[in-house]
């Protein structure tokens, strides 16, 4: 299962939707698509909207890294406990992300710097 993990303002938070549900994805492709085929969508459809999405990523700059479970989400980024997580959204003015924070900051981080990056441009 691969999540995004998005660096906002020096903080590193995991990708959350609807209800504060993760957003997963299957594969790495997949995870990098979410942010490359949104970017040349807006891209095609106006100089604008391609440089407000190419602001978006440099505001929210994500990462898609590979876990091998839920489990392994909660024990690696959580430490076991996603009880009293904070859940944030940050706003920009190219858009906003939710993003649920981990308590382990270091493997964050780790994660994050490890991950794929996706390639707008």
């Known amino acids: ?3 995004s993990l998005v660096k906002s303002e020096d903080e590193i938070g995991l990708l959350v939707g609807t209800g504060n549900n993760i957003v997963a ?3 790495l492709q997949e ?3 979410y942010y490359e085929k949104g970017y040349q969508a807006k891209h095609a459809q106006s100089y604008e909207g391609s440089m407000s999405a190419l602001l978006n990523n440099m505001a929210f700059s994500p990462s898609i890294y590979e876990f091998a479970d839920l489990e392994d989400i909660i ?7 996603t009880t009293n ?3 944030l959204t940050r706003n ?3 858009g906003r ?3 649920a924070l981990p308590k382990n900051t270091s493997a964050a981080s780790d994660c994050w710097d490890l991950g794929s990056k996706p390639r707008l441009i």
């Not at 024990?75 to 406990?81: A, C, H, P, Q």
Request: overall charge negative.
């Open 25 to 27: 994805f299957h594969t």
């Open 1 to 3: 299962m691969f999540i």
């Open 75 to 81: 024990k690696t980024l959580f430490d076991g406990d």
């Open 97 to 99: 992300v939710t993003v």
């Open 92 to 94: 920009h003015i190219s």
């Open 31 to 33: 995870g990098l698509d």
């Open 85 to 87: 997580t904070t859940i």
